[in-house]
């Protein structure tokens, strides 16, 4: 029986889908200093949905269009002597 080592690459996970459940965290909110209670899917929460209301799935932000920078024009019209 032969043997030999081979290279074992790194490989990532393909993507898939997973069903993940929220838990319901009783807690002290770290701005308001009261004793709340908050659902949410990731870790525990810091500040209760008062002081951090959830926020609703980002859109495309269209509304804070930025105004294109305008190319400046130096003029050296400093006269010294
Ligand atoms: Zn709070």
């Not at 949410?40 to 209301?53: D, M, N």
């Amino acid at each position: 029986m032969a043997s030999k080592l081979i290279d074992v690459r790194e490989y990532t996970v393909r993507a898939h889908k997973r069903e993940i459940h929220t838990r319901v965290f009783n807690f002290v909110c770290k701005q308001c200093n009261e004793t709340t209670k908050r659902e949410t899917y990731g870790p525990r929460p810091l500040y209760c949905e008062r002081c951090r209301p959830p926020q609703p799935p980002k859109k495309s932000q269209q509304s804070s269009k930025k105004a294109k920078p305008r190319p400046m024009t130096y003029t050296s019209d400093t006269n010294l002597g």
